[in-house]
């Protein structure tokens, strides 16, 4: 049987299985990321137009180390699709950054505060979670978000991108991050990382 039928069967199956609950009275949440587990060949072109991104995200942050990400980025021939939830209250600065994990297969959902980052957590399945460590006024947004993230499944793996982490690593991971950066090669770097120990 073939990927494609197989994924049409299990639609199949799921939508039937909801009708029935349905005519009983019942209500039921599957997603298809719990039903699905999809692995894409990285090819050339995207890896890529991700060192292309890297290096701008780079540039634009005053960091000249990029070796580490490129080279990560070349080893990565296959990934899992996999939903990134990233909460910063200024999104647009991780533009490059976005664009590369993007084209490295993962889908990026953006939340600009802690309260939609926890809803959209609530609401969709994700694989793991970049956070910033302030958003605006709220020097522990951060940890907040992780805090609670941690409460409600502490498997998940949640990476803290900040300026000047080493002033907050060690309270950071003893709160359960997997890891706190503060470049755009060590983000990319620990994602891919955190990835290919998920798989």
């Not at 490295?104 to 609401?123: M, P």
């Amino acid at each position: 049987m073939t990927g494609l039928q197989t994924l049409t069967l299990a639609i199949i199956l799921l939508v039937l299985v909801c009708s029935l609950l349905f005519l009983r009275g019942g209500k039921a949440k599957i997603s298809m990321a719990q039903l699905v587990d999809l692995e894409i060949e990285v090819g050339e072109t995207n890896r890529n137009e991700a060192k292309k991104a890297v290096v701008q995200a780079a540039e634009r942050r005053g960091d000249r180390e990029v070796q580490p990400a490129i080279q990560e980025i070349d080893r990565t021939k296959r990934a899992r699709v996999a939903r990134v939830l990233w909460v910063d209250d200024n999104p647009d600065y991780n533009l490059y950054e976005t664009l590369a994990l993007e084209q490295l297969g993962l889908l990026v959902t953006k939340a600009t505060s802690t309260e939609a980052g926890i809803s959209y957590f609530d609401n969709l399945n994700f694989s793991l979670v970049v956070t910033d460590a302030q958003r605006g006024s709220d020097a522990e947004a951060g940890m907040t978000l992780l805090k609670e993230l941690q409460r409600v499944n502490p498997d998940i793996p949640v990476i803290v991108y900040t300026m000047g982490s080493a002033d907050k690593r060690e309270q950071l991971v003893n709160a359960g991050a997997r890891a706190v950066v503060d470049t755009p090669s060590e983000l990319i770097k620990a994602v891919l990382n955190e990835q290919a120990s998920a798989a």
